[in-house]
C-alpha cells in the first residue's frame, strides 16, 4: 500500500542547533514530494517540493530536502533553526503521476528551545 | 486574492445527525481536495475535484461524499455521523492543469466534534 513514514513525532532542539526531520515513503515509482508547514494558529502552507530534476531542493526559509530514490527518502534538513522554525511539518508525496493521490505523513512537530 | 474560505468554522452535531461542509477555492483554482486531520492519524486523504468531476478518492466510507459546483465552490457530506468522525476537516484548492506541478493552498478548517 501506498504510504508517507515521518519516523519521529516530535524533534525539540535549541536555537542555532541543526535539524533533520525524516520522511519515507513506500515506492518510487513516479513519485512527486513535497513538504507542508504548519505554524501555530495557521493553514497549511507549501515549504518545498520536488517534482524531477536536481534532488536536493531548497526553500525560501533555508530548509532543504533531498530526494533519495534508492533509499525511498526526502528527509528535510535545516543548519541553523531559528525559533520560529517552530511548527508542525508534514511530508507528502503524489504517488503515480499527476493524477495520483496526494499521501501526507503523520506530522512532525519541531520545537525549537532558546 | 481572498484565501480558500472554509464555513462553519466550528461544528457540533450529535451521532446519527449529518453534516455538510462547505468550502470556495482562491478565485480562478478549479481543483479543490479535503483531507481529515486527526491527532492520531495525521492528514488522510478525502477526495479532490476538478472541473464539478471527482479526480481522485481516498479510503473513506460511502458516508463521506462531495460535491463540487459550477463555480469550483465545493461541498463535503457525512451522514450518520460516528463518534470518530470528529477531526478538523480541511479543503485546499489549486490551480492544477494537469500536471503535478501545483501547490495546495488550504483553508483554516471546520472542526468538526461528534457528540
Known amino acids: 500500500a501506498q504510504s508517507v513514514t515521518q519516523l519521529d513525532s516530535q524533534v525539540p532542539v535549541f536555537e542555532e542547533a541543526p535539524v533533520e526531520l525524516r520522511c519515507n515513503y513506500s515506492s518510487s515509482v513516479s513519485v512527486y514530494l513535497f513538504w507542508y508547514v504548519q505554524y501555530p494558529n495557521q493553514g497549511l502552507q507549501l515549504l518545498l517540493k520536488?517534482?524531477?530534476?536536481?534532488?536536493l531542493v531548497e526553500s525560501i526559509n533555508g530548509f532543504e530536502a533531498e530526494f533519495n530514490k534508492s533509499q525511498t527518502s526526502f528527509h528535510l534538513r535545516k543548519p541553523s533553526v531559528h525559533i520560529s522554525d517552530t511548527a508542525e511539518y508534514f511530508c507528502?508525496?503524489?504517488?503515480?503521476?499527476?493524477?495520483?493521490?496526494?499521501?501526507f505523513g503523520k506530522g512532525t512537530k519541531l520545537s525549537v528551545k532558546p | 486574492k481572498a484565501g480558500v474560505t472554509q464555513t462553519p468554522r466550528y461544528l457540533i452535531k450529535t451521532r446519527g445527525q449529518q453534516v455538510t461542509l462547505s468550502c470556495s477555492p482562491i478565485s480562478g483554482h478549479r481543483s479543490v481536495s479535503w483531507y481529515q486531520q486527526t491527532p492520531g492519524q495525521g492528514l488522510q486523504f478525502l477526495f479532490e475535484y476538478f472541473s464539478e468531476t471527482q479526480r481522485n478518492k481516498g479510503n473513506f466510507p460511502g458516508r463521506f461524499s462531495g460535491r463540487q459546483f459550477s463555480n469550483s465552490r465545493s461541498e463535503m457530506n457525512v451522514s450518520t455521523l460516528e463518534l470518530g468522525d470528529s477531526a478538523l476537516y480541511l479543503c485546499?484548492?489549486?490551480?492544477?492543469?494537469?500536471?503535478?506541478?501545483?501547490?495546495?493552498?488550504f483553508g483554516s478548517g471546520t472542526q468538526l466534534s461528534v457528540l
Open positions: 520536488y517534482l524531477s530534476g536536481s534532488t
Open positions: 507528502a508525496v503524489r504517488y503515480g503521476g499527476s493524477q495520483g493521490n496526494l499521501i
Open positions: 485546499a484548492s489549486s490551480a492544477w492543469t494537469g500536471t503535478a506541478n501545483e501547490k495546495l493552498f
